[in-house]
């Protein structure tokens, strides 16, 4: 939960570099270079508040202020506008990791009516058996996932279904092929079949520096996915890496957030914290991609 000293501090913050913020952002509509943010959630839910929770009235505070001071896009539409390096408005892309049930009883359905774009990125294992997240576990707290028809049910109503691995396994790790097999080809196949859509995007497990490894990049993009997204904090350039793509956290409150999507003028310094061999998927990066190409009609 967020501190009020906290909320406070930021939103001070925010207030004496307003004059900042707005010239940067008429500079970068000017120029065609605005930056793309991508949110993540992980359980949108009023019982059992934890760090990966957010309230159902503070989760719609969050879609309210995008829907009023940015544009709502796909990750396609962010991968688009990466590629060709060209980017004149505030776009902000929703995605979710794990696969929480109770995200489908309020979340999915106000994304559903509000008609914005969502991925929804998720861990097989635990939709197949219905074992609580490790991590939940560890907490004393065994929430339910995601079941295979409710993954179904949003796939069909046009939510963008994405790998998560299928243990919510530590990729940074060193692995045995069979594993990576396991975890990242293998998991989507699953996710294909229950969807009956093709899977384009997948999300690091916790997502930081040392959760990424060139290995399970390789892998990753091997399994046909297109574009991998990691979880450290940043913003989405135009011009700059199409297949990965950095994501911030949907703290709950309301400071963190407004203050990442007005430009906080320390946060554009940031660089991602993942380096890799730009060889392995140069051509990707160069090439349209099959969800660019569907979108397109």
Known sequence: MP??????ALSLYRWSTTRTRMHLAKQFEASGTYPAAILFYHRVADSHPNGWTISNSNFAQHLDWVQQNARFASLSDIRKSQRNG???????????????????????????????????????????????????????????????????????????????????????????????????????????????QPVHYFAFPYGLKENVSQQSIDAVLE?????????????????????????????????????????????????SPVVIDPSVYRQRMDAPSDSDRSSQG
Not at 3 to 8: A, Q
Not at 90 to 99: E, K
Not at 243 to 269: E, Y
Request: with cysteine.
């Open 223 to 271: 399994a046909g996915y297109e574009c991998f997204l990691t979880a450290a904090g940043g913003l989405n350039w135009p011009g700059e890496d199409p297949v990965h793509l950095q994501r911030i956290h949907g703290d709950p409150g309301m400071a963190a957030l407004t203050n990442w999507l007005t430009l906080d003028p320390r946060k554009l310094k940031l660089k």
């Open 86 to 196: 060209h980017r004149t408005v505030a776009m902000v892309s929703l995605t979710f990791d794990d696969g929480y049930s109770e995200n489908c009883e309020k979340a999915i359905p106000t994304i559903l009516e509000r008609k914005i774009p969502c991925t929804y990125f998720v861990s097989t294992h635990f939709v197949e058996t219905g074992e609580p997240f490790p991590h939940d576990r560890a907490a004393g707290i065994p929430l339910k996932p995601n079941t295979i028809e409710e993954i179904q049910r949003m796939a069909s109503q046009g939510i963008t279904i994405g790998g998560h691995t299928h243990t919510h396994l530590d990729l940074g790790k060193p692995l045995s092929a069979e594993q990576i097999k396991r975890e990242i080809s293998d998991s989507r196949k699953k996710l294909q079949d229950w969807s009956q």
């Open 3 to 8: 501190t009020l000293s906290r909320e406070i």
